[in-house]
T-cell receptor
Framework: AQSVTQLGSHVSVSEGALVLLRCNYSSSVPPYLFWYVQYPNQGLQLLLKYTSAATLVKGINGFEAEFKKSETSFHLTKPSAHMSDAAEYFCAVSGNTGRRALTFGSGTRLQVQP | GAVVSQHPSRVICKSGTSVKIECRSLDFQATTMFWYRQFPKQSLMLMATSNEGSKATYEQGVEKDKFLINHASLTLSTLTVTSAHPEDSSFYIC????????????FGPGTRLTVL
């Protein structure tokens, strides 16, 4: 069994500020973890993934995430927010592989204030 | 590479009619495809796993007779919403891992279904 909890349904930051989106997971097997971004009325775009290799994962658009097994966390960060980062972000987990169906968190809407 | 398409992107239908949504892997083969549903301002929930050459596997609470899935080939899965009702209005998204391997799956752009 697996689950994902995203703390904070809405996060608002100023342009240029640090972005921190929180994700905690639960998995009975070693997890594969993903962060996706979704713009209005569009599908999902993969930002980054953790697949049991390096614990610090760098993704597209300047995002990165760190897998912390002791905290069962996979928080998403970006040093400096850009207006174009405003979107919905989903954390997802799959057990042992990324090839099975994913379990998604509830999502976090990121607002970027000018 | 690794593109998944969905057709149509938007559909509006009357209550009681059936709607077919196609999910295609354009440049890879996919024995397995997944169908998710996303209600407004909510997360994606897995509806069913589509398997080429065998019956789909449905998640608990998803009516298999209402949401018909046919995995016709290694590049095409279809979801038919039968006798649609307004509560079926949602965003339907498919995904597929590449049969050749890899540790991720690829998502289609989604289909917005509105039932009047």
């Amino acid at each position: 069994a697996q689950s994902v909890t995203q703390l904070g349904s809405h996060v608002s930051v100023s342009e240029g500020a640090l972005v921190l989106l929180r994700c905690n997971y639960s998995s009975s097997v070693p997890p594969y973890l993903f962060w996706y971004v979704q713009y209005p009325n569009q599908g999902l775009q993969l930002l980054l993934k953790y697949t049991s290799a390096a614990t610090l994962v760098k993704g597209i658009n300047g995002f990165e995430a760190e897998f912390k097994k002791s905290e069962t966390s996979f928080h998403l960060t970006k040093p400096s927010a850009h207006m174009s980062d405003a979107a919905e972000y989903f954390c997802a987990v799959s057990g042992n592989t990324g090839r099975r169906a994913l379990t998604f968190g509830s999502g976090t809407r990121l607002q970027v204030q000018p | 590479g690794a593109v998944v398409s969905q057709h149509p992107s938007r559909v509006i239908c009357k209550s009681g009619t059936s709607v077919k949504i196609e999910c295609r892997s354009l440049d890879f083969q996919a024995t397995t495809m997944f169908w998710y549903r996303q209600f407004p301002k909510q997360s994606l929930m897995l509806m069913a796993t589509s398997n080429e050459g065998s019956k789909a596997t449905y998640e608990q609470g998803v009516e298999k007779d209402k949401f018909l899935i046919n995995h016709a080939s290694l590049t095409l899965s279809t979801l038919t919403v039968t006798s649609a009702h307004p509560e079926d209005s949602s965003f339907y998204i498919c995904s597929a891992p590449n049969d050749r391997g890899g540790d991720e799956q690829f998502f289609g752009p989604g289909t917005r279904l509105t039932v009047l």
